[in-house]
């Protein structure tokens, strides 16, 4: 369990927020018109919060737009002034972090690139230790739940109390529809370390195109995230940076008034004990799902002496192949995805080839 303590709650950020957080606004910030014409139309829909924007941009290749650097804070205030929004921007070293709180920025964000650098978040935490300014951390590049936990336990040790977890997604090594693969089960690991910890999430950096923004989004309300970020530009096909995934102020009204909200707890008197029935049934399953396990792993082991008693190899691949076709033959027969019933079976696999080197073992040990 991460030494969390203490975290404010998303709603002493700004004095009152009912339902989940919603951040939206450009990648990046680009001229005076651009940023504008973007909050006032996001702020007409009454239901954002926070008007993000970079305005240095963490680029991959040099030569890219890196952002507008400093004179993108005028902006910022000019769209404070005027629609009352609160305002967000990434930071990533302590000289960022000066300008942003000089010019009174409301929230920093840590970028993902910035969040893998331990040197880099220590220095920002340094920084920042004394000021009560809100931070977001976004998650690491790779799907490694202590480096994000590590950041945020950096901030937290300044004495930094308004923290935010940001998920946007893991690079993704292998070919993927999405731009970022969201492993949703890092985010609900970093939930569980630290419950008081609010989770954001960042759909469109996960998506890296409109199309599945609403998907990732609603999704993202299901598992409980407390917040929503949104990138989102008055005109994207001029954007200069991730034009394919901002969205319109209004496509993103659309997203936000399509969203179901889902209560933890029901209103319903029969809710809970429905539920925990359902979950008792669970409960058992799962209990009898081990020791199924456990008497497999015994029949295993039995196999594994036979086979060392007869000079035969652990592996064999004509009988694993057979094992796998049958199964996800079966698999699917009963309802459950080829892809599931592989995994489990790897798994398994794993585990019986294990038990049975280690029986192996023990019986030449024996005739040594
Ligand atoms: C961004 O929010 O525009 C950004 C650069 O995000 P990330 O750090 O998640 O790549
Ligand atoms: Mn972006």
Redesign the pocket.
């Known amino acids: 369990m991460a030494k969390l303590k203490n975290i404010s709650k998303l709603s002493s950020w700004f004095g009152n927020l009912q339902g989940p957080l919603i951040i939206a606004g450009p990648?990046s910030a680009e001229s005076e018109e651009q940023m504008l014409q973007t909050a006032k139309e996001i702020a007409a829909l009454g239901k954002v919060k926070v008007f993000r924007s970079?305005i240095w941009?963490?680029r991959t290749r040099p030569g890219n737009f890196e952002g507008v650097g400093e004179k993108g804070f005028k902006w910022l205030s000019q769209v404070k002034k005027e629609t009352g929004l609160l305002t967000a921007i990434?930071v990533a070293n302590p000289e960022h972090a000066e300008l942003a709180i000089k010019n009174d920025v409301d929230i920093l964000w840590i970028?993902?690139?910035t969040t893998s650098n331990p040197f880099s978040i220590q220095e920002l935490a340094d920084f920042l230790k004394g000021y009560d300014k809100p931070v977001m951390v976004?998650n690491p590049i790779n799907p490694d739940v202590q480096l994000w936990v590590g950041a945020l336990e950096r901030f937290h040790k300044a004495g930094i109390n308004k923290l935010a977890a940001v998920h946007?997604g893991f690079f993704p090594f292998e070919a993927t529809t999405l731009r970022n693969i969201p492993k949703w089960e890092t985010a609900i690991e970093l939930k569980s370390m630290c419950h008081d910890l609010p989770i954001i999430c960042?759909p469109s950096?996960i998506a890296g195109n409109t199309e599945y923004i609403a998907e990732i989004s609603q999704k993202a309300l299901d598992l409980n995230m407390d917040g929503l970020l949104i990138?989102t530009h008055y005109n994207p096909m001029v954007a200069l940076s991730?034009m394919n995934q901002q969205v319109t102020p209004k496509q993103l009204g659309r997203i936000l008034d399509n969203l179901v909200y889902r209560s933890t707890l029901s209103e319903d008197a029969n809710f809970a004990s429905i539920l925990e029935t359902l979950r008792n049934r669970i409960d058992s399953m799962d209990q009898q799902m081990l020791e199924l396990l456990a008497q497999r792993m015994n029949v295993v082991e039995e196999i594994g002496k036979y086979k060392s008693e007869n000079q035969v190899t652990i592996l064999q691949l004509r009988r694993w192949e057979k094992i796998m076709s049958s199964r996800i033959k079966l698999g699917k027969k009963l309802g459950l995805s080829e892809d599931f019933v592989k995994k489990l079976l790897e798994l398994v696999h794993k585990e019986s080839i294990q038990r049975q080197t280690e029986v192996m073992n023990k019986f030449s040990s024996k005739k040594d």
């Open positions: 990648c970079g941009k963490p990434e970028g993902a690139r976004k946007r960042d950096h990138e991730d």
